[in-house]
C-alpha cells in the first residue's frame, strides 16, 4: 500500500515527471514551464501556504494552496492540480491524496476547502467522490484561450 508523502523541495524529479505526463493528457496543460511553475509554487511556499503531496511510489500527486478569503474573512484552502496515472487510476490513491489535502485543510485552520476538476471522461465519478468526502457544488468555470 502507497504512503502519501508531503514533498519539501518543488523540483523533485518525481514530481516533473508526473507533471510532464499530466501535460500530454490535458491540453490545457501543455505550455507549462518549470521554471515558471516552480517561481509560482515557490512564493506560495515561501509564504508557508503551499502543500505538495505525493504517493510514495510516483504514482500521483496533489499540489494545494491555501488563500485568504477577502470576503468572510480566514482561509481557503485550494486543490490547484491533482493527478494520477492513467494505469493506476481507480486503485484509491486519488482517494488518499483527497482524505491528506481536507486533512492538511484542516491542520492549516482553513475555513473552506475547494477543489476542481477538468471536464474529462471520469468527470461524474470525479464528482460523486467530491461529494462523498462532503464537497457541495459551488460554480461552474469556463475558460477561453486568447491569442
Do not use: N
Given at each position: 500500500m502507497e504512503k502519501i508523502l508531503a514533498i519539501n523541495t518543488f523540483n523533485a524529479d518525481e514530481l516533473w515527471d508526473l507533471l510532464i505526463e499530466m501535460c500530454r493528457e490535458i491540453p490545457q496543460y501543455h505550455d507549462l514551464n518549470q521554471k515558471k511553475f516552480l517561481k509560482m509554487i515557490g512564493q506560495f511556499k515561501e509564504e508557508g501556504n503551499a502543500k505538495i503531496l505525493m504517493d510514495s511510489e510516483g504514482k500521483g500527486f496533489l499540489l494545494a494552496v491555501k488563500y485568504p478569503d477577502i470576503v468572510q474573512g480566514g482561509?481557503?484552502?485550494?486543490?490547484?492540480?491533482?493527478?494520477?496515472?492513467?494505469?493506476?487510476?481507480?486503485?484509491?490513491?486519488?482517494?488518499?491524496?483527497?482524505?491528506e489535502f481536507i486533512k492538511w485543510g484542516k491542520e492549516s485552520g482553513?475555513?473552506?476547502?475547494?477543489?476542481?476538476?477538468?471536464?474529462?471522461?471520469?468527470?461524474?465519478?470525479?464528482?460523486?467522490?467530491?461529494?462523498?468526502?462532503?464537497?457541495?457544488?459551488?460554480?461552474?468555470?469556463?475558460?477561453?484561450?486568447?491569442?
Open positions: 482561509f481557503w484552502a485550494w486543490c490547484l492540480m491533482w493527478f494520477v496515472k492513467k494505469e493506476f487510476r481507480c486503485q484509491g490513491i486519488g482517494s488518499k491524496l483527497l482524505d482553513c475555513k473552506h476547502l475547494r477543489i476542481d476538476h477538468l471536464l474529462t471522461r471520469d468527470k461524474y465519478a470525479l464528482s460523486k467522490k467530491f461529494i462523498e468526502k462532503g464537497f457541495k457544488p459551488m460554480e461552474v468555470h469556463y475558460y477561453m484561450e486568447v491569442r
